[in-house]
Nanobody, 125 residues
């Protein structure tokens, strides 16, 4: 059974950076398409960034393109989300997810079959 544990979320100021990590156990992160999603009480869970299992192609939501970077460390079986130039609207619970159902469907949450419990990132203005 694959388990995902996120870490790194905390309170920062607008313009700061955060790096979120997702530790993967019970399977190789490189075998899954891995994604980061986020959710606030006012909005449904939304796609943030993803990386495919085969080529390692990365995908980003328009709202974070150029500011966020997803990466995978196969040696440490970890996926990271580097978040720069943070804005108050980036405040959310960030979830790491693994997709083995349809690895090409990077942005669609319903194809992700393993989820972490989330880490809270709060950006103050």
């Amino acid at each position: 059974q694959v388990q995902l544990v996120e870490s790194g979320g905390r309170l920062v100021q607008a313009g700061d950076s955060l790096r979120l990590s997702c530790a993967v156990s019970g399977g190789a992160a490189s075998s899954y398409t891995m994604g980061w999603f986020r959710q606030t009480p006012a909005k449904e869970r939304e796609f943030v960034a993803g990386i495919t299992s085969d080529s390692g192609t990365t995908y980003y939501a328009d709202s974070v393109k150029g500011r966020f970077t997803i990466s995978r460390d196969n040696a440490k079986n970890t996926v990271r989300l580097q978040m720069n130039s943070l804005k108050p609207e980036d405040t959310a619970v960030y979830y790491c997810a693994a997709n083995s159902k349809q690895r090409s469907a990077v942005t669609v949450s319903t194809f992700y079959n393993y989820w972490g419990q989330g880490t809270q990132a709060t950006i103050s203005s």
